[in-house]
């Protein structure tokens, strides 16, 4: 009996709650700029406040100067609270607007920027005159265009691998973070121009492999850089399969798609910002990045985002923090501590990552490298030119130290195998630091080696490998400078 009456007097709330939410939102057809904005406004809960995701009423808010979206009434509403508004666009196209606020009154990419052709076409000329310090190889096809994406190495012998310390960078997971694109081939001009002329870019190819992939997520920064589009975030895949492409928000978030607690990161919903594709390594870009992985044992490396001045690294767990907590911490503080803030007001921040279906988890937990995202500068993903040469410069410096800890200190273990003498991967483990959280680490096919950065101390050292005697070294003794060598010859069962 009172089941009807209980459906009637749902329905009955239904309807008026369904039309509530269903009302479109205002129409803002005017691009507005405000400069020297009051700090206050600016921070937190301020009346101009800005969120990197929701771009539908701020678009970027570069130092003291917003561009906002907004309708006639908002903006008499800015005007009351004094904020001086200059109208720069009226258009009933929101993609004109965007372009407007994002790539300037030309309505297309400032010539700072580089497209991946032309970073393509740079690295080129760069290895032409200098082959001996620069090789390239193709890691993937991206997932829409089948675009090449290509990563370098860079040494004062790139021809072949070494057995030496290896780095990465990478930038352009997202597409719209350009930055990162522009700083790796920064250093890359840097790194082949200074060998030979610079001490320190000398030493650093003299002794390191550098690896770098200017461009991970190609398809989608070229939505950006050919002016069609400057809010593309996630690669150019045709989610709903209607033979368009282009139409923003599609796409697949190539920063969500690495199998590390994939399902616990991004999100399911298609138009989402963070949509993280159908299953892990859905997206070609990623499984590129995993390509790269396989290739080589990396032991340090940054993957450049934006925005927000601040370091993200492996990670925060519940209330756990990563087995190298105290190594990652210590190296991370001090790669912020040299990239000076767009306000000149003191330095980058650090803060820890959740461990979930992004890169840095990723290459941490199941390859061990010591990776971190850095969210470039601050207030927009795409930045006004003149901003771009300090964000490179300060960048630069974050390199530099990152790199001076590739020195150790740490272990260096090579495995052979007792009989033969050839290289062994075996794992190479340290149980009283490694826990279920993070995939044993191993020494590299190629060359036997396995490097882990640890502080001087004693360790427990394990290595493993399935059909020979595993040998157990309770205090293995690591020194405070450089690395601390160890030969492990492993013996096979008979
Ligand atoms: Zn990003």
Redesign the pocket.
Known sequence: MSRPIFLLIFIGFAVPGFRAESASPPIRNLLLEIRGIPLAELAGEGALAYNDYNRSRIVSLVRNNAMILATQDELAVLMEQGFKSTILMQSADPLQLYRRALYGPDLKLDPVYHTYTQITARAAELMKDHPELMTRFQIGETTQFNQPIFAYRISNDAQRVIDRPALLFDGC??AD?VMGAEIVLALMEKLIAGYGTDAEVTHWLDTLEIYLVPVVNVDGHNIVTSGHDPRWRKNARDVNVDGVTGVYPEGVDV?RGYDFNWAMGGSNNPVGPSYRGVHPFSEAENRAMRFLADQRQFLLSISY??QGEVIYYPWVWGKMSAPDDKVIKRIVTDVASHITRMDGEGSYAIAPGGPSSQSYPWFYGRRGVIDMIIETGKGSHLFPPGEVPGIIAENLNGIAALLSHATGPGLSVRVTDANTEKPLSAEVWLPRIDNETVDRRSSDAQFGRARRLLDAGKYYLVVFRKGYGTVVMPEVEVNSVGWTELSIRLTPES
């Open positions: 997971h997202h973070e920063n985002h934006s």
